[in-house]
């Protein structure tokens, strides 16, 4: 079996340090082909390439890609998500055909997304923005799969988001296994919730939400010296405004 890490560790340590660099480099060179699987120059490119750097434009669809085969089986409806998906981000036709390719490569292949997303720690709005486009994906079929979660759990790790806050994005999109999915009310629902209606101006919609969730965030009521139980439940409000707020603004079309 050839070790090609291994070589590429032999050689560099000979010409740092002679024979005990040439150890050193081998040893380490051998954990990490061993660690990858690589026994080939073919499989170390291989590796290469999947792990090239990923276009931010590209990475919302690679990520959803992954999701919607991360269950086993691609279905109608997560194709039907990611096309909603490309009608919120109002793509053009190279933009969608771009979008189409970055989830095509996403179900096909292990993309390596730990360094894209690792770069956006700092841009909470944008990551929060993907977290809640995964958790989307992820219910597309009426209920989140473990699957679907761990990875979502991951991506949110490599954004530096606490696990809680990455499961409180997930709000209203998860419905448990056999109960249910309740399609025709949803919208009316979340409209009443937000104490708006269908002909809101999106200005007047975004209003009503901050409002609301200034009203209801657990923080500010933990930090008044609320109740444990009544920050349960602002908890849970909170999470319920969410899911309104993203079901209402995905039909308006707006960010």
Not at 96 to 115: C, H, M, N, S
Not at 176 to 193: F, H, I, K, M, N
Not at 233 to 238: G, I, M
Request: hydrophobic letters at 45%; one cysteine or more; charged letters at 25%.
């Amino acid at each position: 079996m050839f070790w090609p890490v291994t070589l590429l560790g032999v050689i560099a340590g000979l010409f740092i340090a002679s024979i005990p660099g040439a150890l050193l480099g081998g040893l380490l060179g051998q954990v990490v082909d061993r660690r990858l699987k690589l026994d080939s120059w073919a499989s170390l490119r291989d590796r290469l390439r999947r792990s090239a750097a990923v276009a931010q434009e590209d990475l919302l669809f690679l990520m959803l890609g992954r999701l919607a085969k991360s269950e086993g089986r691609v279905l109608e409806l997560h194709i039907q998500q990611a096309r909603a998906e490309m009608r919120r981000l109002g793509l053009d036709d190279a933009g969608q055909r771009r979008a189409i390719a970055a989830f095509t490569r996403g179900k096909a292949e292990q993309v390596e997304l730990r360094g894209p997303l690792r770069g956006l720690r700092y841009q909470r709005a944008q990551g929060e923005a993907l977290l809640r486009s995964c958790w989307q994906m992820a219910a597309a079929d009426g209920r989140v799969g473990q699957r679907e979660r761990e990875l979502i759990l991951l991506w949110g790790k490599w954004l530096d988001w606490p696990a809680d806050q990455v499961e409180a994005l997930c709000a209203g999109f998860d419905v448990p296994s056999g109960a249910p999915v309740r399609r025709g009310s949803a919208y009316q629902d979340a409209l009443s919730l937000l104490g708006v209606n269908a002909n809101s101006e999106p200005a007047a919609i975004k209003r009503a939400y901050r409002r609301l969730i200034s009203q209801n965030h657990p923080d500010k009521l933990a930090g008044a010296g609320a109740s444990p139980q009544r920050v349960r439940e602002a908890t849970e409000k909170t999470r319920e405004l969410h899911h309104a707020y993203s079901l209402i603004r995905e039909r308006h079309g707006f960010r």
